[in-house]
C-alpha cells in the first residue's frame, strides 16, 4: 500500500505537458466561441444584416434578451436590435448558470476571454501585474451591479438600447468600423482593454452587466468549487492566483459570486483533490464541466431551433411586393428607401418630403449608407411611416 500511495504521489507530481493542461482545454474552448464570433461579426461588416446579408453579434448577446425581456413579456415584441435569439440565448445561460454556476463568464464569454488573453500577455512581457485587493476594490466591484439597475431600468422605461453607444463589447466586435456611429463606445473599449493590461479581467470584474446577474444567480449552481480541509495546507495559492482573489480558506464550499469557474485554482493547488469541481452526487472534471457547458448550451439552442424561435435577423421581407404588411417598428437599416416604402405601403414620397430629403435622393441604397450623412436615423423613418399609417398625415 505505501509503495502504491508514492506512486500515485509520483504521477501527479509529473509534469503535464502542455497540449494535455486542463488550462489548454479552457483557453482551446474560448477560442472557438471567440472565433466564431469573430467570423459573425465580420460577415455581418462585410454583407450588412437582413435577409441578404448576415446577423450582428447583437443576436448573440445573451444581455441583449434580459434588456428586452420588459418589452417581450408586456408586448411579445422586442427593443430594435435584439431578436429572437438573444432571448433564447438569455434563457438558456440562465439555466446552464443554474447547473454550471458562472462557467460561461469563465470559459465561453469572448470578451472575457480577449481581457483575459490581454492580462496574459502583460504579464509575460512585462513580467508584473497589479491584481488590486482592499476595500476600494471591493467597492468598486458593486460597480457593476449599479451598472446594471441604471441600464435595465432606462432600456425598459424608453424601450432602446441605452448603453449601445457606450458597450465597449459592441466596439470589439465591430472591428475597428463605425468609428464615428460609436465614439463612446470605442473610446471606453480602449480604457478596457488598457485597463486588463494592469488588473486581470477588468471589465468583468467593474462593470460587466451581465456578469452582475449570473454573479448572483451562480450562487445557487449545482455545481461548485469544493476544498477539503483534510488534505490542505493551507499555502492560500489558490486566493493568491485568483483573479477575484477568492477566499477559499474560510470555507469548503465556494459559492462567492466573484468567482467565475475558470477552475485554474483546481489545477494550480499543489496538494491533489484539495480542491475539485462537484455537483449533488458526483465530481467533474475539466473535460466533463467543458462537456456540460458546451454541450447543454448547442442542445438548448438546438432545441429553439427546432421549435422555430431561434431567429437570428428580423423577419420582415421587405421586397415581397404586398404592401403594408410590416409595421414602423419592423424597419432596419439593411433595408432600402424601395424596400420600406413597399414593406410598410407609404409612398416614397412621402417619407422624403416629410424627412426633408432631395426627391433624386438614392432610394435603392440601404438606409444605413447614406442616413447617418444626411442627419437622419431609424428612428426617424419609423416615426413617418406610424404617423401615416395611424392615418395623420
Not at 483575459?116 to 476594490?137: C, H, I, Q, V, Y
Not at 472591428?175 to 488588473?199: K, N, Q
Not at 460587466?208 to 451562480?218: F, I
Not at 485554474?264 to 467533474?284: E, F, H, T, Y
Request: glycine share 8%; net charge positive; proline share 5%.
Amino acid at each position: 500500500m505505501p509503495e502504491q500511495l508514492t506512486n500515485i504521489a509520483c504521477s501527479t507530481n509529473r509534469k503535464t505537458p502542455w497540449y494535455r493542461s486542463p488550462k489548454t482545454l479552457r483557453h482551446g474552448v474560448m477560442a472557438v466561441f471567440f472565433l466564431f464570433l469573430m467570423q459573425v461579426a465580420y460577415d455581418h461588416l462585410v454583407k450588412g444584416g437582413g435577409p441578404r446579408g448576415a446577423p450582428s453579434v447583437e443576436a448573440y448577446c445573451p444581455f441583449g434578451g434580459l434588456e428586452s425581456l420588459y418589452q417581450f413579456l408586456t408586448t411579445g415584441g422586442y427593443v430594435h436590435r435584439i431578436e429572437p435569439s438573444s432571448m433564447v440565448l438569455l434563457a438558456a445561460l440562465l439555466l446552464l448558470t443554474l447547473i454550471a454556476s458562472r462557467g460561461f463568464c469563465g470559459w465561453v464569454c469572448p470578451f472575457g476571454s480577449i481581457q483575459e488573453w490581454m492580462g496574459a500577455l502583460s504579464k509575460r512581457f512585462l513580467k508584473r501585474r497589479f491584481n488590486p485587493t482592499g476595500a476600494w476594490d471591493r467597492a468598486l466591484r458593486n460597480l457593476k451591479y449599479v451598472l446594471l439597475a441604471v441600464i435595465i431600468s432606462l432600456t425598459w422605461r424608453l424601450g432602446t438600447l441605452v448603453f449601445r453607444e457606450y458597450d465597449p463589447f459592441l466596439a470589439f466586435f465591430h472591428l475597428g468600423r463605425r468609428m464615428d456611429e460609436l465614439p463612446w463606445a470605442y473610446a471606453l473599449l480602449a480604457v478596457v482593454l488598457a485597463g486588463s493590461v494592469f488588473i486581470e479581467r477588468f471589465f468583468c470584474k467593474y462593470a460587466c452587466p451581465l456578469g452582475a446577474v449570473l454573479g448572483v444567480l451562480g450562487k445557487a449552481g449545482l455545481t461548485r468549487i469544493e476544498r477539503d480541509p483534510a488534505g490542505c495546507k493551507g499555502c492560500n495559492l489558490c486566493q493568491k492566483t485568483c483573479h477575484a482573489h477568492v477566499d477559499f480558506l474560510s470555507t469548503t464550499v465556494i459559492r462567492d459570486s466573484e468567482c467565475n469557474h475558470c477552475l485554474d485554482c483546481v489545477v494550480d493547488c499543489p496538494k491533489p483533490n484539495v480542491l475539485a469541481v462537484r455537483g449533488p452526487k458526483w465530481r467533474l472534471s475539466h473535460a466533463a464541466y467543458a462537456s456540460l457547458l458546451v454541450a447543454g448550451l448547442m442542445a438548448l439552442v438546438g432545441a429553439s431551433k427546432l421549435a422555430g424561435e431561434w431567429r437570428t435577423t428580423a423577419a420582415v421581407v421587405a421586397s415581397t411586393g404586398q404592401p403594408a404588411k410590416a409595421s414602423a417598428e419592423e424597419i432596419r437599416g439593411w433595408m432600402t428607401l424601395d424596400e420600406v416604402s413597399v414593406a410598410t405601403g407609404v409612398p416614397r414620397e412621402y417619407i422624403l418630403g416629410k424627412l426633408g430629403l432631395a426627391p433624386e435622393t438614392d432610394a435603392g441604397v440601404p438606409l444605413r449608407d447614406w442616413m447617418h450623412q444626411q442627419g437622419k436615423s431609424v428612428h426617424d423613418f419609423r416615426d413617418v411611416v406610424a404617423a401615416y399609417q395611424a392615418g395623420a398625415r
